[in-house]
């Protein structure tokens, strides 16, 4: 086992595999290490949908026009390593090794439990200044109030995405409760960012001044390398952003920039096999996903393969996902939170089976979905390529 190995088997371990908001922990581990957060500028990014591609919009645009750009985001699809970039390029595994082990050390040694998010959270704030990025742009963990990213203080933009239903556990049953929570990345005297669609915008509004709040701008229609409507509230946001910041910026480093934008897992078509893969984990998400599946893939006939945890509300997300004719396949995927295929099955009208890794050959197209956790190994099943 070498130490990348090690170093994961820690973070994965039952110490740290958990959530526990808050920012006591890592405020103190921080301290020790210098507070390498107060040296870089920030965008920072909250919001239950479309956090991670508007990071991903932003961070491009960054790097194209010539900046030193890091980039944190959301869970993984294979490496730990994919989470903190800098300029689109991993953290090499030894360095990230090495930093996991030194803060853990750290941490231990003054008594402070740090989770694996809080862990990774160090790594990237004292990577990313080690390094001496132009800009970070952070995607919060979950919620904001208390996620382990919110101790930067003075960020140069904050953005809120869409604002719908999930982890209401954590965040609250209400649009304003979870509002609120994403609301606690707002700092004094620094702009705000977020759609005039957003269901959130009277909590965003009493949150802010007048001056503070800038909302997104209609930017028209980008080529963009990010496929489904809904990009174009994202590339909204991250413009509005970018133009924030950076006001006078070219527009053919803008156009250029957004045709070559990554973001694994969303919606993500691999026409040789044609299968589509789409991160989509809530009710929200589901519902833009069939909407775009029915506008991209009209006349295809659609196989499901889904699966998800078992604290999401899956018996919304299977009533907007499917449809009859569909062929649906439920995934208990290896999770200690996994939903199993008798409580997906028993909340849904149409006939299912189970998933295994012998699916029958089909004439349309496989759409996997329902939790990022389960991607890799599904994809892995389907002969399709590691990124």
Not at 71 to 87: A, C, G, Q
Not at 228 to 234: M, R
């Amino acid at each position: 086992m070498n130490n990348y190995e090690k170093a994961v088997n820690l973070l994965t371990s039952q110490g740290k595999f958990y959530i526990n908001l808050g920012l006591e922990r890592i405020s103190a581990v921080l301290d020790l290490m210098g507070n390498p957060q107060d040296r870089l500028k920030c965008i920072h990014v909250a919001g239950t949908n479309g956090k991670g591609s508007v990071c991903a919009i932003v961070s491009t645009i960054l790097t194209e026009a010539g900046y030193k750009t890091g980039l944190f985001t959301s869970p993984h699809l294979f490496r730990y390593t994919e989470r903190i970039k800098i300029n689109n390029e991993e953290i090499k595994e030894i360095i990230f090794a090495e930093k996991i082990f030194k803060i853990n050390q750290l941490a231990q040694k003054n008594d402070i439990h740090l989770t694996e998010f809080e862990i990774l959270t160090a790594v990237m704030f004292e990577y990313f200044a080690e390094n001496e990025v132009d800009y970070a742009v952070i995607e919060v963990g979950l919620g904001g109030k208390y996620d382990s990213t919110n101790v930067i203080e003075k960020p140069l933009c904050s953005v809120i995405t869409t604002i719908d239903f999930d982890h209401t556990e954590r965040l609250g049953n209400t649009i304003e409760k979870i509002a609120a929570e994403k609301c606690g990345i707002i700092k004094q005297n620094c702009p705000v960012v977020a759609s005039e669609a957003n269901k959130g915008l009277n909590i965003i509004k009493s949150n802010t001044i007048e001056e503070q709040l800038i909302i997104a701008k209609n930017y028209g229609q980008y080529e963009m390398s990010l496929k489904g409507n809904h990009q174009h509230e994202n590339l909204n946001l991250a413009l509005t952003a970018v133009n924030t910041i950076l006001p006078n910026l070219n527009e053919n480093i803008i156009k250029n920039a957004l045709k070559h934008v990554i973001h694994h897992g969303r919606f993500e078509y691999f026409e040789d096999k044609k299968v589509l893969i789409d991160g989509a984990h809530n009710p929200n998400g589901v519902k833009i996903l069939r909407e775009n599946l029915d506008i991209y893939f009209k006349d295809k006939k659609l196989r499901f393969i889904f699966g998800c945890l078992k604290n999401k509300d899956y018996s919304e997300m299977i009533k907007l996902l499917f449809k009859d004719g569909d062929e649906i396949y439920f995934n208990h995927f290896n999770h200690t939170n996994s939903a199993t295929y008798k409580e997906l099955s028993s909340v849904c009208e149409f006939s299912s089976k189970e998933y295994d890794q012998n699916l029958p050959k089909f004439d349309g197209i496989t759409v996997v979905c329902g939790s990022l956790y389960m991607i890799s190994d599904v994809m892995k099943d389907l002969k399709i390529q590691n990124y």
